[in-house]
């Protein structure tokens, strides 16, 4: 009697041994992780997850197309508007100064360091100018290429965090560009040294004929030119239709962004592109050198910033590197333009990339003055998130109203 008791236990052990084997083997095949202690979240992933997030990459991709249309339709709507009056700004070089605000208040109306700062290379190139008169325009077109992304800020205006983060990641941009400045452009007047380094460059290089030099954003720009033909090429529709798509393509963004960028995608990111100082200066470079628009690229950093996807401090990396990368439009138009006085417009081309690179030599390697621009923003954003009016007053006057008011009190521009 005791043997088949025995038996008769080990038989029900096995089966129960069995019965757990199949239930544990269930849980994986029908999904259920209460027994076998899988996260469900992760199941879902292996199955769904990679075409979600596929879809979800997607609509990213659509979002930021256009976000870029937009700041091409109202850049070209500017340029309608303003072209002529920038290319006549960009005619009186009468003292160094007033040439900085000159360069800030044409780039401001035409939202393109590249483009002022090559009408600067041809007016050089055509002797209008002078290479001296020339450096504090550039100086000054650098400061001004920030206009972009510090409108785009205004987009966050709903919202005080964001706001405060955005203005944050767009002026860090602006306040770089103006330290820099103050220290290099005094330099410049009583040494000369970027003039002459520029020179020097200049007479390295042989000016080529016949070849063309193409904007790699020609897609987003037959966008925009398609969208002005609808209303005729109306400047004011083209302004109207841009600040428009920039608002609804923020919005897209912001969403997007909190929903993708969350967990280990947002650890990943911040790790292999913004991880490291050099590594997210060398990011900044590449990107923006692809696709010649500093403008574009630090507009793209202010929802990350605003959305606290990514930290101004590097963010601000990041820009430094986009600094240097804008420099390739010019360099590259120059080298290929094959104008008369090619080589004063190559030297011209010159001073931006050496005012760039000084300007990160200058504060990249010591990080007590790397965290001075980015401690000016901060406190500009939170001035920002106490009355929008900051943020408002902060794009008008630095990039117009001062600019204009300066330039108009010392020539007979009016």
């Known amino acids: 009697m005791f043997r088949v008791k025995g038996t008769t236990t080990n038989l029900c052990s096995k089966a129960d041994l069995n019965l757990n084997k199949n239930e544990e083997i269930s849980s994986y095949t029908t999904g259920n992780t209460e027994d076998s202690g899988l996260d469900a979240h992760v199941l879902e992933t292996a199955s769904g997850g990679k075409s979600q997030i596929a879809f979800t990459i997607l609509k990213l991709l659509g979002a930021i197309y256009i976000f870029l249309v937009s700041l091409k339709l109202m850049s070209a709507g500017l340029g309608l508007l303003g072209g002529k009056i920038a290319e006549n700004l960009l005619s009186i070089t009468t003292f160094p100064f007033i040439a900085l605000f000159i360069g800030i208040l044409a780039t401001a109306i035409i ?5 002022i700062t090559t009408i600067i290379v041809a007016l050089v190139a055509s002797g209008e100018i002078s290479l ?4 504090p325009m550039i100086m000054g077109a650098n400061i001004g290429t920030a206009v972009t992304s510090t409108i785009v800020s205004l987009g966050h205006i709903g919202n005080r965090d964001e706001f405060e983060g955005a203005v944050s990641g767009a002026s860090v941009h602006d306040f770089f560009n103006i330290l820099i400045v103050v220290i290099l452009l005094p330099l410049e007047l009583f040494t000369g040294f970027l003039e002459k380094s520029s020179l020097l460059f200049a007479s390295w290089f042989e000016i080529k004929n016949g070849i063309v030099f193409t904007d790699s954003l020609s897609l987003l720009t037959k966008s925009s030119e398609w969208i002005l033909a609808l209303f005729n090429n109306n400047p004011y529709m083209g ?77 601000f990396n990041f820009l430094m590197g986009a600094n240097i990368g804008t420099t390739s439009t010019v360099i590259i138009a120059a080298l290929f333009l094959g104008m008369e006085g090619g080589a004063s417009a190559l030297a011209c081309a010159f001073v931006h990339l050496l005012f760039n690179l000084f300007g990160v030599f200058l504060l990249f390697p010591f990080e007590k003055l790397r ?43 009016l």
Do not use: H, W
Not at 111 to 115: A, D, Y
């Open 132 to 135: 001296a008169n020339a450096i």
């Open 111 to 115: 939202q393109s360091s590249s483009t």
């Open 371 to 413: 965290t001075l621009p980015v401690n000016l923003a901060k406190g500009l954003g939170k001035y920002a998130r106490k009355s929008r009016f900051y943020g408002i007053a902060y794009v008008i006057s630095v990039f117009f109203i001062i600019p204009f008011i300066l330039i108009a009190i010392t020539t007979d521009f």
């Open 239 to 315: 302004l109207f239709g841009g600040v428009l798509l920039l608002f609804i393509s923020l919005r897209l963004l912001t969403y997007i962004l909190k929903n993708l960028l969350v967990g280990v995608r947002e650890q990943n990111m911040n790790k292999y592109v913004f991880g490291r100082p050099f590594r997210s200066l060398l990011m900044g470079f590449l990107t923006t050198a692809a696709i010649q628009s500093s403008s574009v690229t630090s507009s793209l950093m202010v929802p990350l910033v605003a959305t606290r996807k990514v930290s101004l401090e590097r963010a």
